[in-house]
């Protein structure tokens, strides 16, 4: 433990969990003003409820899935705002969790998959340096932290599967994501009930 202590240190991945935590806190700050300014000026449950919780539900999740498997580019956020409008929302966060983690698989594996295609590869590599570099350092902490904070997790597999890290340890330390879906929907039910 102390060799691994000595190795994170020197790497850097204490300060980078301590950036990790720092963007955490200010997107949570940044989303809490947000929504403080905009149901000042608007009705904002109105708006919620028509543009996000009026869609039907296998549109939503199919959406959900592709965005999960491709670079995760619309926030789960929404996602889970979006479930609290089931009578069974911790239900639907599991779902979501579901898909969300199926999604990072399905990256990882599109990653392998790129091996193959010469183009895409050094595209991808150059894109999205950072997390290939994270990666070979770090391995499953990283994968750990892109599925419980706001670090792109589809990314981070998809790099994952480029530079061949075990996909058992993928998958196992991908669950974690599960637990990003609880304590975010806590956190956004409460929020909404409060604030709305």
Same mark, same amino acid.
């Given at each position: 433990?102390?060799?691994?202590?000595?190795?994170?240190?020197?790497?850097?991945?204490?300060?980078?969990?301590?950036?990790?935590?720092?963007?955490?806190?200010?997107?949570?700050?940044?989303?809490?003003?947000?929504?403080?300014?905009?149901?000042?000026?608007?009705?904002?449950?109105?708006?919620?409820?028509?543009?996000?919780?009026?869609?039907?539900?296998?549109?939503?999740?199919?959406?959900?899935?592709?965005?999960?498997?491709?670079?995760?580019?619309?926030?789960?956020?929404?996602?889970?705002?979006?479930?609290?409008?089931?009578?069974? &929302? @911790? /239900?639907?966060?599991?779902?979501? +969790?579901?898909?969300? $983690? #199926?999604?990072?698989?399905?990256?990882?594996? =599109?990653?392998?998959?790129?091996?193959?295609?010469?183009?895409?590869?050094?595209?991808?590599?150059?894109?999205?340096?950072?997390?290939?570099?994270?990666?070979?350092?770090?391995?499953?902490?990283?994968?750990?932290?892109?599925?419980?904070?706001?670090?792109?997790?589809?990314?981070?597999?998809?790099?994952?599967?480029?530079?061949?890290? &075990? @996909? /058992?340890?993928?998958?196992?330390? +991908?669950?974690?994501? $599960? #637990?990003?879906?609880?304590?975010?929907?806590? =956190?956004?039910?409460?929020?909404?009930?409060?604030?709305?």
């Amino acid at each position: 433990m102390r060799i691994s202590h000595e190795w994170n240190k020197r790497t850097g991945l204490y300060s980078f969990m301590g950036q990790v935590l720092i963007k955490l806190l200010a997107v949570i700050v940044v989303i809490v003003i947000a929504v403080m300014l905009l149901n000042h000026y608007f009705n904002l449950e109105e708006i919620i409820e028509d543009y996000i919780f009026s869609h039907d539900t296998p549109g939503v999740l199919a959406l959900f899935l592709i965005s999960e498997s491709f670079l995760g580019w619309i926030p789960p956020d929404l996602f889970i705002m979006w479930s609290d409008k089931f009578n069974e &929302p @911790f /239900k639907w966060l599991t779902i979501l +969790g579901s898909i969300s $983690y #199926l999604g990072g698989m399905i990256a990882y594996h =599109l990653g392998k998959l790129a091996l193959y295609i010469p183009k895409l590869r050094a595209w991808l590599e150059k894109r999205n340096e950072e997390f290939f570099v994270r990666i070979r350092k770090w391995g499953g902490i990283i994968i750990i932290l892109a599925a419980l904070f706001p670090l792109p997790f589809a990314t981070t597999t998809l790099a994952a599967g480029m530079v061949k890290y &075990p @996909f /058992k340890l993928t998958m196992l330390y +991908g669950l974690s994501r $599960y #637990l990003r879906f609880y304590l975010y929907g806590v =956190l956004i039910f409460l929020g909404m009930d409060k604030i709305l």
